[in-house]
DNA sequence: CGTGGACACGTTTTT
DNA sequence: CGTGTCCACG
């Protein structure tokens, strides 16, 4: 067992797989073989040092990462892998809390908001506090909370230290926006890690029962912790104080492939590992089995340019490989045809099918030209993410209706669907409703069940809401009852009308919202199916079950599979593509202002953080990677000029090749446009770095240049009013 | 109460 | 350019 476990790896892998004893950090590269590494090691734990499926928490941020690892660990060690925990973060800490949820004022059957949920609730409460909206928007708000939930802040500590007007308005929000959640029994995401922090913190007893549960905690990419999720590990961990040792810790990641520091992530967390574990050891995996060396030194030479990290040289045995091509198109539709073109020839060579393609991106928009050329020539493709299943607006609605019946307190949910299907509830009668709950101190859905006694009502309004009232609460009888989701589901699809109104529009947008609900039936049914065999308790499937899983699943636009027919070529962005390979792959708008993104230009930590991203997306190649600009890129209308891209000039001519029609920086001479060229009356010609004074914003420097002539614009940053973008021919500014 | 047109705005997003 | 939001009107 231990040498068929142990056999095929390599030296420093092995090491990572058998070490014992103390904190473990493994610095795993793009490619190093990081998942087989974890998941050799609990299958090494369970079958060579005697530990127990129960005793293991293995946390991972996505669903998808979590089932893969568990399916692996399957198969090395048979079933009794199922008793373990592997799961996400968000999921850990919902099953932790649904079972000490009273002792934080929680329902057990607490309901989970998702983000566009929290979204309608601060709107909601910036209504009532008379917020303006324009200067402070729901979405600013709830971000600003959200960090302050990321550095485990409460709400009353930010109330302390607040000391300009916006942390005034952001922690009386906070205060706010936590009790109407608490009134829902609802928690939003960040809640799923902070509350679990907080009770295993004032609850000595459940932190040690957990402590003396899990005797090795491993997490994977370790690199994307926040400050919460941080904690909750030291706090799973445990420092040994209740009698019971720490448990064992292992760490996986690589602080190269930190790309989420603007959802909270903290690259320090692993950079600093063996100080917050003073006697941790690292192992270090930097031998890649997926790339060439061509691939490898190209993102090696772009990831070295940032400050501060910790050296790492990914190498491989596999052999140079074709150079890597830097491809310079005319503008975007150029860009898509030579990419098309570039597919075509690889496939006509019998190298490749269209599965072994993927196409990068920065932002989801820039699929759309891709697109165009793909559908015209016929390419098979898949754009993975951009709106998803579970956000589609009908989808929504119909779980709104879902979580109404299931949690009556949750007035988000009813108070989405109040009006949805059209029934004649206005604002107006909302508001009557909702002014008589606050004074009843009661809930939304308890003051629908005493409407006779709200006479602020018009009696039309009061018989649509009487009408409504009846219809959940039918539901709610179902639930209680015994039915499952799918019948609940359709059944509330029909009685309120949802499906009819879909059905008699003609929009061909409301047919596939049809589609899309029966697609959701199906989900109902197939968890139906599935629960009684996933479950130790015989009980059925009810609709809080269907729920939890929904709100803590994200995704269902899957990466496409190996498919009979070649497959489908794949679109997406950088984002998306982090932890895949594909054979060829192709970044494109290789651009300053597009990649890296206008917004990470005049900061150098988001710099470094588009560098990494950079570096996710040419480790992405196995064989081929084509890195991809237009001269020309035109954004909402206009006609961007942006210079090549930073990380382009960052990799050594040896390892790549370039193509293309190289376009002057400046002007239109010397390219192949088919535009006439614009005789327009010359403006102020800007250059990144100039000083300029302006009228209203002062002093300020050029970090970004686009367009010509008339269009010619600049961003520019003001030290006092921050990164503006003018027009030159209108802005006040002044070249010093 | 419902709707059309003006208007503002526009990264990345594992849960 | 495309989408989502707000207000004035029917």
Request: charged share 25%; net charge negative; proline share 4%.
């Given at each position: 067992?231990?040498?068929?476990?142990?056999?095929?790896?390599?030296?420093?892998?092995?090491?990572?797989?058998?070490?014992?004893?103390?904190?473990?950090?493994?610095?795993?590269?793009?490619?190093?073989?990081?998942?087989?590494?974890?998941?050799?090691?609990?299958?090494?734990?369970?079958?060579?040092?005697?530990?127990?499926?129960?005793?293991?928490?293995?946390?991972?941020?996505?669903?998808?990462?979590?089932?893969?690892?568990?399916?692996?660990?399957?198969?090395?060690?048979?079933?009794?892998?199922?008793?373990?925990?592997?799961?996400?973060?968000?999921?850990?800490?919902?099953?932790?809390?649904?079972?000490?949820?009273?002792?934080?004022?929680?329902?057990?059957?607490?309901?989970?908001?998702?983000?566009?949920?929290?979204?309608?609730?601060?709107t909601l409460i910036a209504k009532d506090h008379n917020i303006d909206i324009k200067a402070y928007s729901a979405?600013?708000?709830?971000?600003?909370?959200?960090?302050?939930?990321?550095?485990?802040?409460?709400?009353?500590?930010?109330?302390?230290?607040?000391?300009?007007?916006?942390?005034?308005?952001?922690?009386?929000?906070?205060?706010?926006?936590?009790?109407?959640?608490?009134?829902?029994?609802?928690?939003?995401?960040?809640?799923?890690?902070?509350?679990?922090?907080?009770?295993?913190?004032?609850?000595?007893?459940?932190?040690?029962?957990?402590?003396?549960?899990?005797?090795?905690?491993?997490?994977?990419?370790?690199?994307?912790?926040?400050?919460?999720?941080?904690?909750?590990?030291?706090?799973?961990?445990?420092?040994?104080?209740?009698?019971?040792?720490?448990?064992?810790?292992?760490?996986?990641?690589?602080?190269?492939?930190?790309?989420?520091?603007?959802?909270?992530?903290?690259?320090?967390?692993?950079?600093?590992?063996?100080?917050?574990?003073?006697?941790?050891?690292?192992?270090?995996?930097?031998?890649?089995?997926?790339?060439?060396?061509?691939?490898?030194?190209?993102?090696?030479?772009?990831?070295?340019?940032?400050?501060?990290?910790?050296?790492?040289?990914?190498?491989?045995?596999?052999?140079?490989?074709?150079?890597?091509?830097?491809?310079?198109?005319?503008?975007?539709?150029?860009?898509?045809?030579?990419?098309?073109?570039?597919?075509?020839?690889?496939?006509?060579?019998?190298?490749?099918?269209?599965?072994?393609?993927?196409?990068?991106?920065?932002?989801?928009?820039?699929?759309?030209?891709?697109?165009?050329?793909?559908?015209?020539?016929g390419i098979p493709y898949k754009v993975v993410g951009g709106t998803r299943f579970y956000e589609r607006k009908?989808?929504?609605?119909?779980?709104?209706?879902?979580?109404?019946?299931?949690?009556?307190?949750?007035?988000?949910?009813?108070?989405?669907?109040?009006?949805?299907?059209?029934?004649?509830?206005?604002?107006?009668?909302?508001?009557?409703?909702?002014?008589?709950?606050?004074?009843?101190?009661?809930?939304?859905?308890?003051?629908?069940?005493?409407?006779?006694?709200?006479?602020?009502?018009?009696?039309?309004?009061?018989?649509?809401?009487?009408?409504?009232?009846?219809?959940?609460?039918?539901?709610?009888?179902?639930?209680?009852?015994?039915?499952?989701?799918?019948?609940?589901?359709?059944?509330?699809?029909?009685?309120?009308?949802?499906?009819?109104?879909?059905?008699?529009?003609?929009?061909?947008?409301?047919?596939?919202?049809?589609?899309?609900?029966?697609?959701?039936?199906?989900?109902?049914?197939?968890?139906?199916?599935?629960?009684?065999?996933?479950?130790?308790?015989?009980?059925?499937?009810?609709?809080?079950?269907?729920?939890?899983?929904?709100?803590?699943?994200?995704?269902?636009?899957?990466?496409?599979?190996?498919?009979?027919?070649?497959?489908?070529?794949?679109?997406?962005?950088?984002?998306?593509?982090?932890?895949?390979?594909?054979?060829?792959?192709?970044?494109?708008?290789?651009?300053?202002?597009?990649?890296?993104?206008?917004?990470?230009l005049g900061s150098a930590s988001e710099l470094e953080e588009e560098r990494r991203l950079a570096y996710v997306?040419?480790?992405?190649?196995?064989?081929?990677?084509?890195?991809?600009?237009?001269?020309?890129?035109?954004?909402?209308?206009?006609?961007?000029?942006?210079?090549?891209?930073?990380?382009?000039?960052?990799?050594?001519?040896?390892?790549?090749?370039?193509?293309?029609?190289?376009?002057?920086?400046?002007?239109?001479?010397?390219?192949?446009?088919?535009?006439?060229?614009?005789?327009?009356?010359?403006?102020?010609?800007?250059?990144?770095?100039?000083?300029?004074?302006?009228?209203?914003?002062?002093?300020?420097?050029?970090?970004?240049?686009?367009?010509?002539?008339?269009?010619?614009?600049?961003?520019?940053?003001?030290?006092?009013?921050?990164?503006?973008?003018?027009?030159?021919?209108?802005?006040?500014?002044?070249?010093?």
């Open positions: 067992m231990t040498a068929d476990l142990l056999d095929d790896l390599n030296e420093p892998q092995r090491r990572a797989v058998v070490h014992e004893g103390t904190p473990l950090l493994v610095v795993a590269g793009a490619g190093s073989g990081k998942t087989r590494v974890l998941t050799r090691r609990i299958a090494y734990l369970l079958s060579n040092r005697n530990v127990s499926p129960g005793e293991i928490l293995a946390i991972t941020f996505t669903n998808k990462a979590a089932g893969e690892m568990k399916e692996r660990v399957a198969d090395m060690v048979g079933p009794r892998a199922r008793v373990m925990w592997v799961s996400t973060f968000h999921s850990a800490c919902v099953r932790i809390l649904r079972a000490e949820a009273q002792r934080l004022g929680l329902k057990s059957n607490f309901t989970i908001y998702d983000t566009q949920d929290s979204v309608r609730l601060m979405k600013y708000l709830l971000s600003s909370v959200s960090n302050l939930k990321n550095e485990l802040i409460d709400h009353e500590t930010a109330v302390s230290r607040a000391n300009t007007p916006q942390e005034e308005i952001v922690a009386e929000v906070y205060g706010e926006y936590q009790r109407r959640l608490m009134r829902a029994s609802a928690v939003d995401f960040d809640d799923l890690i902070g509350h679990t922090v907080a009770l295993l913190q004032a609850f000595p007893d459940v932190a040690e029962y957990y402590h003396r549960k899990f005797r090795h905690v491993l997490v994977d990419e370790y690199q994307d912790t926040n400050h919460a999720q941080y904690m909750l590990v030291r706090e799973l961990v445990g420092a040994g104080k209740d009698g019971v040792s720490p448990a064992e810790l292992c760490v996986v990641g690589d602080s190269d492939q930190s790309i989420y520091a603007f959802r909270g992530a903290n690259i320090r967390n692993i950079v600093e590992f063996e100080r917050d574990y003073p006697n941790a050891t690292t192992v270090v995996l930097e031998q890649n089995y997926r790339s060439t060396q061509n691939i490898l030194s190209s993102a090696n030479a772009v990831i070295e340019k940032n400050a501060n990290r910790p050296k790492k040289k990914l190498w491989t045995a596999e052999g140079d490989g074709p150079k890597v091509t830097i491809y310079t198109a005319a503008d975007e539709h150029h860009e898509s045809d030579y990419i098309v073109r570039t597919i075509d020839d690889l496939i006509d060579n019998n190298e490749y099918a269209f599965k072994d393609f993927a196409i990068i991106y920065r932002t989801n928009n820039q699929s759309r030209s891709i697109e165009e050329v793909f559908i015209r020539k009908e989808i929504r609605d119909a779980l709104a209706y879902l979580r109404a019946v299931a949690n009556p307190a949750d007035d988000v949910s009813v108070r989405r669907i109040l009006n949805v299907p059209r029934r004649g509830i206005g604002d107006k009668a909302e508001e009557a409703v909702e002014m008589f709950a606050r004074r009843e101190r009661i809930t939304f859905s308890e003051a629908l069940n005493r409407i006779p006694e709200i006479h602020a009502l018009a009696t039309r309004s009061a018989t649509a809401l009487t009408e409504f009232n009846t219809m959940i609460n039918h539901l709610r009888t179902m639930d209680d009852s015994g039915a499952g989701p799918s019948e609940i589901l359709m059944k509330a699809m029909e009685t309120s009308g949802y499906l009819k109104e879909l059905s008699a529009s003609r929009d061909p947008q409301d047919e596939v919202r049809v589609e899309n609900i029966a697609e959701l039936e199906n989900v109902t049914r197939e968890f139906e199916e599935q629960f009684p065999a996933e479950n130790e308790d015989e009980r059925p499937a009810t609709l809080s079950d269907f729920l939890e899983r929904v709100s803590l699943v994200a995704d269902s636009d899957e990466i496409p599979t190996d498919d009979a027919h070649g497959g489908v070529v794949t679109l997406m962005t950088l984002h998306t593509a982090k932890g895949l390979e594909f054979p060829v792959v192709f970044v494109t708008g290789m651009e300053d202002g597009v990649f890296p993104h206008q917004r990470a997306g040419m480790t992405r190649a196995m064989q081929r990677l084509f890195l991809t600009r237009a001269s020309a890129r035109s954004t909402w209308g206009q006609p961007n000029y942006n210079p090549e891209s930073r990380f382009l000039a960052e990799i050594p001519d040896e390892f790549v090749e370039r193509h293309g029609e190289e376009t002057k920086a400046l002007g239109l001479s010397g390219s192949n446009f088919d535009r006439p060229q614009k005789r327009d009356i010359q403006v102020m010609v800007l250059n990144i770095g100039d000083r300029v004074l302006h009228d209203k914003f002062g002093m300020g420097t050029v970090i970004a240049t686009a367009g010509h002539n008339d269009s010619a614009e600049a961003t520019i940053d003001f030290k006092s009013a921050g990164q503006k973008r003018l027009l030159l021919r209108y802005a006040p500014v002044e070249k010093l």
